[in-house]
């Protein structure tokens, strides 16, 4: 049979495991945050792909090649004039008559290359632990799998978590002791009563399923693109694959709640139990394991 400290610390370890599976899957949540946000929301190497490009094509603007004393800067080429000459590059003025040498030119044509390069590269996205590299536009597809598993993998620990509690506090041999695991667990897990940490533990799990509807809802605003790209079909079920994490990672959610809510409630404690025994009669050893301080009689 087993010790009862030993169903403490098997309920202190599961408790280690669930609050590790929360931060892995809010660290996963935050990274395709972030690699939505900047290749989508932001999309900072297209921007600079396009207004280089606005530039080299203003050169050879009608207005920038007729006679001396016609030429001006269009006013559709003035932004991106200000844009190259900020990045060192030579643009029309007066002070050089509106002309810009082969030379500079050459620079415009690297500085295109250059940006052309860093969005086809920034079109990848390596996955530090596999090793791999995917499109961009494979994101939906990875961060489907990645959250719902991350988030089924949070739900198993949750369970395991709960009944390791429930052992913990079903085991011990009085009334009193079972109010003093009960103070101890609630100040261990996550889910406290106490704490208020389980509604973080809820908003990293809801920054899950928002960054899923956001990749979604990026994908329904490129769907005619995809269509050409990969096929009406094709498109079609990577969306019905997508639309299906965020219904699992909402089901998910809802279970983890659940449990987190039962957690709560088996490890909250009254101040004074039924047998007059405080919540504060216990202390922690310097190795993890709590001790029953002793009671005075009387």
Not at 72 to 94: M, R
Not at 224 to 229: A, I
Request: hydrophobic residues 45%; proline residues 3%.
């Amino acid at each position: 049979m087993l010790d009862h400290k030993q169903y403490i610390d098997s309920a202190a370890q599961s408790i280690v495991r669930t609050r590790n599976a929360l931060f892995l899957l809010t660290a996963a949540a935050v990274v395709f945050l972030a690699i939505w946000y900047n290749d989508y929301a932001l999309d900072w190497s297209a921007k600079r792909l396009k207004i280089t490009q606005q530039a080299v094509h203003c050169l050879d603007s009608p207005t920038l090649t007729g006679t001396p004393m016609t030429r001006s800067i269009p006013t559709d080429c003035e932004i991106p004039f200000k844009y190259a000459a900020d990045g060192g590059l030579a643009v029309p003025s007066p002070s050089n008559h509106y002309v810009v040498t082969h030379e500079d030119r050459r620079e415009y044509q690297v500085l295109l290359d250059t940006y052309t390069k860093q969005f086809e590269d920034g079109n990848k996205v390596n996955i530090p632990v596999f090793g791999a590299v995917i499109d961009v536009n494979s994101l939906g597809i990875i961060s489907t799998v990645m959250l719902v598993f991350l988030s089924w993998v949070l739900f198993t620990h949750l369970i395991n978590e709960r009944r390791c509690i429930e052992d913990a506090i079903d085991q011990a041999p009085t009334e009193g002791e079972k109010v003093t695991v009960r103070c101890f667990l609630d100040r261990q897990t996550f889910f406290s009563s106490v704490r208020g940490s389980g509604w973080i533990a809820w908003t990293a799990m809801m920054l899950s399923l928002a960054v899923q509807v956001a990749i979604v809802w990026t994908d329904y605003g490129t769907y005619s693109l995809g269509q050409y790209l990969v096929g009406q079909d094709t498109m079609k079920y990577i969306v019905w694959f997508e639309e299906l994490g965020i219904i699992l990672l909402a089901i998910l959610i809802l279970a983890n709640t659940y449990i987190w809510v039962g957690i709560s409630r088996r490890t909250k404690v009254e101040r004074v139990g039924q047998s007059g025994t405080s919540a504060e009669d216990e202390t922690q050893t310097a190795s993890g394991h709590i001790e029953l301080a002793p009671r005075s009689e009387g």
